[in-house]
């Protein structure tokens, strides 16, 4: 497999005309890929996960796009994380500082990347240049932060409440979420099996927190993957409660806020994103029949659209009282009958009326409708009123201030809370797979910005960006969140408010989505 991989990036490298063209560049950086997505434990792996490193590093160089960088930085980054002892480790952190420091301008941030290589790394090849680096940059050396605030301190002796436990269930993903009255500290951790053949339970453990009756609650689920979720007062101020899971999964564990709740997520065997084109049969050697799903075979045909917001819930507000929630459901219903009568898609909506909807529980609709592409339309609006423009998200770190400014106006949760969210999530971002989430964000970025361009001359691209959006934890599939427009800003709200604008946008996403089906296909077909 690296033999192949080695392969073609010694012919992307030598010629000139491959280079150009990104397809060569994507197509290499799946054949490394795929050795540590199927082979985490091989001894090529983190060489593999370098070397995509390495490629988006390239990539950028030709595309100037942001967001290919963004995925170089998160790749040396996965690669110190997953193998942290490996000889590669400290040229991964030198390489993120480089890049922090040259081509994105952060010297404050540069600074700890070098300053890991000096501490965690003294005997490798790099600390002579980490340390020359440190010094250089010591004037940038970032002030000490307050600790962040623990999520939950018990206030005076005062116990949170557990109020619900909810839960979304297919045989291969459970998302079981339960709610507090009060931010908690808790831990999870698996418990052996109570009988000898069972697979182990995910136990999770609330302090300073207490069920409001007594004695145990039980919510069975019974799908094949968690028989049932147990709540009961494990000693006078914890709540431990069990997930009793039927068949070996993965489970990751997180919490929100506003309002607090804590979220465990089962998967059956790999739980991210499983990309069409793996199972897809070659194409048939016909002329091209008649629909785009049909066209495609098996690989995707189930869309989810999210229209954002709803019920007590306006989203952002825009001229003319304007509300986002409206919009986005309008523009979603366009989109669906365009997907569905011109392309033969199958579309389901996270919401088809004016309701409000948990963000959490968006994304277990989609995981348990085992869709295939989750789209999350929403409406940008900014302080600063004269912003405009049109801009698509993947999940991942917020890549920028303003960024994290929009998950936190998407979130429903301030910004400090985001950058809070942000160190608890790291590794839970590390551990999904963000490259397809990313490619679908371009083509639908790409279909927007070109389209509505054409009519309007004054729309602004702002490109694809990343951010942590709730609503995007834990899909399974290719997930992204578009802002259509700006609602506040005096021209695009304007437009907002039209109908044939709204059309148009729904025209110019489903452009973006089908390209991208037509991308998995090529790919696929090969
Ligand atoms: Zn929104």
Not at 20 to 43: K, M, Q, S
Not at 62 to 81: H, N, T
């Amino acid at each position: 497999m690296l033999e192949k991989a080695e392969k073609a990036a010694a012919s992307l490298r030598t010629s000139k005309g491959k280079k150009e063209y990104r397809h060569h560049w994507l197509n290499t950086i799946d054949l490394y890929r795929v050795i540590f997505e199927a082979h985490p434990t091989a001894p090529e792996a983190p060489a593999a996960v370098q070397a995509v490193a390495r490629l988006y590093q390239g990539l950028h160089g030709r595309s100037g796009i942001a967001a290919d960088l963004d995925l170089a930085v998160y790749y040396f980054r996965r690669l110190v994380k997953t193998y942290p002892t490996s000889s590669l480790a400290d040229d991964s952190l030198m390489a993120v500082g480089d890049i922090l420091l040259n081509q994105k301008h952060q010297p404050e941030l540069a600074f700890l990347e070098y300053e890991k290589v000096v501490d965690g790394y003294p005997r490798g090849d790099m600390y002579r240049k980490a340390a020359g680096q440190v010094s250089r940059l010591a004037r940038h050396r970032p002030a000490p932060t307050a600790c962040p605030t623990p999520p939950s301190a018990p206030r005076n002796g005062k116990m949170a409440r557990v109020t619900s436990i909810r839960h979304w269930t297919n045989p291969d993903f459970t998302r079981v979420v339960v709610d507090l009255d009060a931010a908690v500290k808790f831990t999870h951790n698996t418990l052996p099996p109570e009988t000898k053949d069972a697979p182990p339970r995910l136990c999770l453990d609330l302090f300073a927190a207490s069920l409001p009756t007594d004695g145990e609650r039980q919510v069975s689920i019974g799908d094949g993957l968690v028989a049932a979720a147990r709540a009961g007062q494990f000693s006078r101020d914890t709540v431990r409660v069990v997930l009793d899971l039927a068949a070996p999964g993965k489970s990751r564990v997180f919490s929100l806020s506003d309002p607090f709740r804590i979220v465990a997520d089962v998967y059956a065997g790999e739980g991210a994103l499983q990309v069409a084109r793996d199972d897809a049969s070659p194409p048939a050697p016909a002329a091209p029949p008649p629909t785009l799903a049909q066209q495609l075979g098996l690989s995707i045909r189930k869309v989810v659209l999210d229209p954002g917001h709803g019920g007590h819930d306006p989203g952002a507000l825009g001229v003319g009282g304007l509300q986002e929630k409206e919009v986005a459901l309008d523009v979603a219903r366009r989109l669906r009958t365009i997907l569905t009568e011109r392309h033969g898609l199958e579309v389901v909506m996270t919401r088809d009326s004016d309701v409000f909807i948990p963000l959490e529980e968006r994304t277990a609709l989609a995981n348990t409708a085992k869709a295939d592409l989750f789209l999350s339309i929403h409406c940008n609006a900014s302080k600063r009123k004269v912003t405009r423009g049109i801009e698509t998200y993947f999940l991942n770190l917020a890549s920028s201030r303003e960024a994290a400014e929009t998950a936190a106006q998407e979130n429903m949760t301030s910004e400090t809370r985001i950058a809070d969210f942000e160190r608890t999530m790291v590794d839970l971002f590390m551990s999904m797979k963000i490259d397809e989430s990313s490619r679908f964000a371009r083509m639908v970025q790409e279909g927007l910005a070109r389209n509505i361009r054409e009519r309007h001359p004054d729309a602004v691209d702002l490109g694809v960006k990343q951010a942590p959006f709730v609503v995007l934890i834990g899909a399974q599939m290719p997930s992204v969140l578009t802002e259509l427009s700006f609602i506040n800003h005096p021209d695009e709200g304007k437009l907002l408010a039209q109908e044939s604008y709204r059309q148009e946008l729904a025209e110019a996403l489903a452009g973006g989505v089908t390209t991208y089906i037509g991308s998995i296909n090529l790919i696929s077909s090969r």
